[in-house]
């Protein structure tokens, strides 16, 4: 604990000052928000001493009635929230106010595009509520006291924009009860907020739905009741959305949500809201992503991330448990039967959810994709209970549109598979482009079978752990030997094997020049216009997924590919074996393969020097 008692005036993060130039020059589109997001801080606020509260009764301090005051002064044109929740230390206050404690600020602005409606939706997500203070206000003093310590161990903060922007004072102060008072000096042309009439209608369209009294005078504003308990009957669209607001801390309205009461053996309420955009912090596995935990009303914690598994992080909401203790730690609720019973019926509700949309609400569903497919898609390997579920949630690009947009889904490649074809194939690229180029696909495209495009890398994992959907095997086009099935005719493989045996010494002489660079050369059935490729064994590891493992710092089993060529292709007809350039020949043939399907080169001046000694030779003859 921090034992000074002068006033400092310190500067804030970089990121903070840029944050609130943005304020200044009005980022909200809607600046009444302000109002919620210091209402939310200290609903947070009460929340949080409930939960400390239940190991220390003590904390409240003979005043358990909690609650969240405004006030306003006309004549010096203040208005003021204040809450008796749990206050803040004055660490704490250099903590949450001096910096923006959450990670992610570079990829914040960055994110930033100048148009202020879109730049608008973003500040919630980066956990900044607090300065939209500066909106309306050109200064704003806070005073703090946490619960539990005494009087003289409040803590001033205060942040004058009109003088000098970029720096704040922290000074110790005197506050007789807990909690936190948020003083706004209001800009010129702001007095419209030292209304009462006008300040009820923003708490009520808001922040009706908090469950601690918003007081105004000595009327409460608010509902003051958690809307998860209330009857869905009850509840309109619009307070679902507003209460989505304040749980994510989004400004954005949610793309779906679902509110049921779970009766039974376990007796719980889920909240589950789908959000339309993706956080900046998704990607984050230092950040926890979860839902809030209630037990019996009580707040227990945020990001409660043992609730959903973690394919299902994108989801917001609330969990109150009839059944959990009130001493629940996270440590209890990852060993907790009954949490795993709560996680399996939530992820269940979700993927219900998902499933509804699609099929309802196509156009919201391919939003929600292009959002969160990524994620979704990492299902099938965590969530063996529910694969084929979530099987029919995914969306791929395909051979067929040959169109990098993900809007196909397994359901619809059966649905048009050929007569004959067994299996559904695929091809696993690092990026689009080279999926939909991949030499694999030359036989594919010829005959008219659709192959799906996958280039997300999270694609390899996918296949690796769905094997097969509706008694459909997903097949590789770029492993082991390619079966067709009976959309290939008994002829067409009597000339495959009749291409083996006239070819048999050039293999032979080709395999012997690359040495353990591959397993085997042999006559691929794939390709029609490219002249080489290479190809995966069946129990092999595939040449993408190894190069992202590569890349990752894993160590990854050494396995040689096979080389396949095609006999068709102008280049493989002028091979000889006994042509004193094949071993040239076949680095090439290996190299354009290797490039082909996205992987590096070991030795590149080697591959130009190659490639400019056979250009030269030819161009002699």
């Known amino acids: 604990m921090s034992t000074t008692t002068t006033k400092e005036t310190l500067g804030f993060q970089a990121e903070v000052k840029q944050l609130l130039n943005l304020m200044i020059h009005s980022l909200y589109s809607n600046k009444e928000i302000f109002l919620r997001e210091l209402i939310s801080n200290a609903a947070d ?12 009764s003590s904390l409240y301090e003979s ?66 509520g607090f300065y939209s203070s500066f ?6 003093t806070l005073v703090t006291r946490r619960a539990g310590q005494s009087p003289t161990q409040a803590t001033r903060w205060e942040c004058d924009m009109s003088r000098e922007a970029g720096e704040y004072s922290i000074e110790p102060a005197e506050k007789a009860d807990r909690g936190t008072e948020v003083t706004l000096h209001l800009r010129e042309g702001e007095d419209e907020l030292l209304d009462e009439f006008r300040l009820k209608g923003i708490v009520r369209r808001y922040s009706d739905h908090i469950a601690v009294p918003v007081l105004m005078e000595k009327e409460t504003v608010n509902q003051a009741s958690a809307l998860w308990t209330r009857p869905k009957g009850e509840i309109t ?41 993706a956080p900046f912090d998704l990607w984050d596995r230092q950040h926890r992503h979860g839902l809030k935990l ?49 996680r399996a019926g939530c992820a269940k509700r979700v ?43 995914l969306r791929f690009s395909s051979s067929l549109a040959n169109s990098e947009a993900q809007d196909i889904s ?45 280039s997300d890398r999270v694609d390899e994992w996918l296949v690796g752990n769905l094997t097969e959907f509706e008694g459909k095997k997903l097949a590789s086009v770029a492993r082991g030997d390619l079966d067709l099935g009976k959309v290939q005719g008994e002829e067409e493989k009597k000339a495959q094997e009749a291409q083996e045996g006239e070819h048999k010494a050039l293999l032979e002489k080709l395999k012997e020049a690359l040495g353990d660079k591959v397993k085997e050369v042999r006559v691929s059935t794939r390709l029609t216009e490219s002249p080489s490729c290479l190809v995966a064994d069946e129990h092999d590891m595939g040449g993408n997924l190894s190069r992202i493992l590569k890349a990752a710092g894993q160590k990854v089993p050494q396995a040689a590919p096979i080389l396949e ?57």
């Open 294 to 342: 209630y037990v019996r009303r009580v707040f227990i914690m945020d990001d409660a991330e043992q609730l959903l598994p973690a394919y299902l992080r994108f989801v917001r909401g609330v969990v109150d448990s009839a059944d959990l203790p009130l001493n629940v730690s996270r440590e209890i609720l990852q060993q907790s039967k009954d949490v795993d019973a709560i």
């Open 565 to 621: 060529i095609n006999p068709g292709h102008a280049i493989v007809q002028r091979l000889k074996a006994g042509d004193p350039a094949l071993a040239d020949w076949a680095g090439l043939l290996f190299d354009q393969a290797l490039l082909a399907e996205g992987g590096q080169l070991e030795d590149p001046a080697g591959f130009v020097r190659r490639s400019n000694a056979l250009l030269l030779a030819m161009a002699a003859k």
């Open 237 to 277: 669209d619009e307070q679902y959305t507003e209460f989505y607001k304040h749980v994510a801390h989004d400004y954005q309205a949610p793309l779906a949500w679902t509110h049921n009461r779970v009766e039974g053996r376990q007796e719980y309420t889920q909240l589950l809201y789908l959000p339309a955009q």
């Open 45 to 56: 606020a009460a929340d949080k001493l409930r939960f400390e509260a239940l190991a220390n």
């Open 135 to 140: 909106i309306v206000a050109d200064k704003v």
């Open 351 to 393: 993927l219900g959810l998902l499933e509804d949309l699609a099929q309802k609400d196509k156009e919201k569903y391919a939003k929600f994709w292009a959002e969160f497919g990524r994620v979704l898609k990492e299902g099938p390997s965590e969530d063996p209970a529910n694969r084929e579920q979530i099987a029919k949630l």
């Open 63 to 128: 005043d358990s009635d909690l609650k969240i005051r405004i006030a306003f002064d006309k004549e010096q044109k203040t208005l003021t929230i204040s809450d008796n929740g749990i206050g803040m230390s004055r660490d704490e206050v250099i903590a949450n106010i001096g910096t923006i404690a959450r990670s992610g600020t570079r990829e914040f602005f960055q994110s930033l595009s100048g148009d202020q409606a879109k730049d608008a939706k973003l500040i919630g997500q980066f956990g900044v």
């Open 410 to 454: 397994l359901a619809d490649y059966v649905g048009r598979m050929k007569e004959g074809q067994d299996r559904i194939y695929y091809v696993t690229a690092e990026t689009f482009p080279a999926a939909k180029n991949s030499p694999h696909l030359e036989i594919f495209r010829k005959r008219g079978i659709e192959v799906l495009l996958l």
